[in-house]
């Protein structure tokens, strides 16, 4: 008689939240809608999400309508020169405000015409009752908003902890890039609809296992898998790096739960995700190639960044990325055994802590980092 197939206990557990941050995920994980909702309690409603980056929102009054979780998010540059965050609904009957980036002082609302300050405060209600006094309750509730090396954040949770404490421990790392001084294209930056769930997409983008069998023609080449190593992490931001032939290392920083960044020495190149349904997420990417203190970036100069770009394997590579994601997303209507994670996806056990710190209230490990060589 053969032998009975082993009981994935994972699985079968009474807990639907329950896993090993040591392995994959169980495949639970991406289809229930259990998982899901607690997922956008605890993390997509209550932690920090990247939202754009500062040069989307270069000019006062430039404003941005985004999508935090499920809840529509207006961003903006008031004319004090400071980023504010604001509900993108109308407080009178939850019209859509802004449906595309836009410059204003001020935000109307294109049904009723009431206007809002950009601070979200109501400063006109057509035809209102003469001394009408329910101005103060109609204001449009605010959120926290930071900017970390121009990458700009925001958190539906107005006690979460600051952008600077979330990523000290990768801080030093990354100021050494100056990844703030890179010259982000808003034209550059492009959203798409993946069919798979949103972890699938975000640990695909952090982990370099996958380059030399997924990418042996776009990425391989530039970034081989035998030459990623783990420098430091933890469940709140991790940075790793890797070897590129003919160039100076590169540095990729994990910031769960939507971002992740490929620093060169001259291009940045970025990937965000946003949760669409269990089995659906929203991929968006970006890139920038050229710093603010090159004297030579005029017209033509901007010109030869967007050229150089466009032409990164970026446009090349991500399609590959879509194909397995979404291969891997329709396997997960079964049950299998979550394999242990390898050393060299380290950062794949970072995120698993991440999860479970969010979902599950398990304090995570301390951050850890590897020696220098």
Not at 120 to 141: E, M, Q, T, Y
Not at 277 to 292: D, E, K, L
Not at 322 to 328: D, G, H, L, P, T
Request: glycine share 6%; aromatic share 10%.
């Amino acid at each position: 008689m053969p032998p009975m197939p082993q009981t994935n206990m994972l699985e079968v557990s009474s807990d639907p939240l329950s896993f090993d941050p040591e392995r994959a995920l169980p495949a639970i994980a991406f289809r229930d809608p259990t998982w899901l909702a607690s997922e956008m309690q605890h993390i997509w409603h209550n932690d920090w999400v990247f939202a754009t980056t500062e040069s989307a929102l270069a000019s006062r009054g430039d404003q941005v309508p985004i999508v935090v979780g499920d809840e529509h998010v207006l961003l903006m540059r008031n004319q004090e020169n400071e980023l504010v965050a604001l509900s993108n609904l109308c407080a009178h009957r939850g019209t859509l405000l802004v449906e595309e980036p836009t410059n204003a002082k001020r935000v109307q609302c294109p049904y009723h015409a009431w206007t809002y300050d950009d601070g979200g405060r109501l400063i006109g209600v057509p035809f209102a009752p003469k001394n009408w006094s329910d101005r103060s309750a109609h204001c449009l509730p605010t959120y926290r908003v930071e900017s970390w090396h121009g990458l700009v954040f925001v958190s539906l949770n107005l006690e979460v902890e600051p952008v600077a404490e979330r990523f000290a421990a990768i801080d030093s790392y990354v100021s050494k890039c100056g990844i703030g001084d890179f010259v982000q294209d808003k034209e550059l930056q492009k959203s798409e609809v993946w069919e798979c769930n949103w972890k699938l997409s975000l640990v695909n983008a952090m982990e370099s296992y996958h380059l030399f069998k997924v990418h042996p023609k776009t990425l391989e080449p530039f970034a081989p898998t035998k030459g990623s190593y783990y420098i430091s992490g933890s469940a709140r931001a991790t940075v790793t790096g890797g070897t590129s032939p003919g160039q100076e290392d590169y540095l990729l920083m994990s910031l769960p739960p939507s971002f992740v960044g490929v620093i060169t020495d001259d291009s940045f190149v970025w990937q965000a995700v946003q949760p669409n349904g269990t089995h659906g997420c929203v991929v968006s990417t970006g890139g920038a190639m050229g710093r603010r203190d090159d004297r030579t970036l005029g017209p033509v100069g901007k010109w030869l960044t967007r050229m150089a770009v466009e032409s990164f394997p970026l446009a090349d590579f991500l399609p590959e990325d879509k194909a397995i994601c979404e291969r891997v997303q329709r396997g997960f209507t079964g049950h299998y055994t979550p394999g242990r994670i390898l050393p060299v996806e380290r950062v794949v056990v970072d995120f698993g802590h991440y999860l479970n710190w969010r979902l599950n209230k398990v304090e995570p490990p301390p951050v850890h980092t590897e020696p220098t060589l």
